[in-house]
């Protein structure tokens, strides 16, 4: 299965359905100033508010492409209205296009099948390397100072989400969030077995006091 990754600082459009397409599976997730709130899986396709609530369209475009999750990501400004000004500031800040506001579920999926039709699909993130760790996203692998981290393919999943948001405490629900299991409470459980295996995996590869839990509130990877 193709995945494909589109990330919107509209949080109702965040919540929209997924949709296949042949072999491709189209998921929608929420794009806020600290980043993406769910794993960026395949290629990445980012819609930006010209006004957000903390920051303006304009800088969320340059930090998108300063952050190595997306700065491959096809960056589409939604401006407010079609003014030639708006558009010229939206392409020097980083965007791809523009588009005019407000775009529902099938316009956002028109544009990106378009393009994608077109041959502009952007390359998705291919390794994550933090330190010591590095992350084979494309080969779904981990090391440890050159060390196989052996995991399953969830555990890797959040390992790989954990990493890219290093030192920050995250909850089991957001752990639950960012791999696409919301909506089933089993699954708020099921975080503690793969913390449990994630443990397991590292300790095996050297690096088992990265991984650390914070009572009552969730866990967080230590890196420098």
């Known amino acids: ?65 300063a952050d190595p999750r997306l700065s491959d990501a096809h960056v589409t400004i939604v401006l407010e209205a079609d003014d030639a000004e708006d558009r010229r500031r939206a392409l020097k800040a980083g965007a791809d296009d523009y588009a005019v506001g407000p775009l529902d579920r099938q316009a956002m999926l028109d544009r990106v099948l378009a393009l994608q039709c077109n041959g502009r699909r952007p390359a998705g993130v291919q390794t994550v390397d933090i330190g010591e760790l590095q992350i084979n996203v494309a080969g779904e692998q981990a090391r440890w100072k050159g060390a196989l981290i052996p995991l399953r393919p969830n555990e890797f999943r959040v390992l790989r989400f954990m990493a890219e948001n290093a030192n920050r405490i995250l909850s089991r629900q957001e752990l639950v969030d960012a791999l696409g299991k919301a909506g089933d409470p089993e699954y708020l459980r099921t975080v503690d077995v793969w913390i449990k295996r994630l443990r397991f995996g590292m300790r095996e590869a050297g690096a088992g006091s990265l991984l650390r839990t914070v009572h009552g509130k969730g866990y967080v990877l230590d890196l420098p």
Do not use: H
Not at 18 to 35: A, K, Q, R, V
């Open 1 to 65: 299965m193709n995945r494909v990754s589109i990330v919107t600082t509209n949080a109702d459009a965040a919540r929209y359905a997924p949709f296949s397409n042949g072999d491709s599976e189209f998921t929608f997730g929420l794009l806020t100033s600290e980043g993406p709130q769910k794993l960026i899986e395949g290629s990445v396709w980012a819609f930006v508010d010209w006004v957000m609530d903390d920051l303006s369209g304009l800088e969320m475009c340059r930090r998108l492409r």
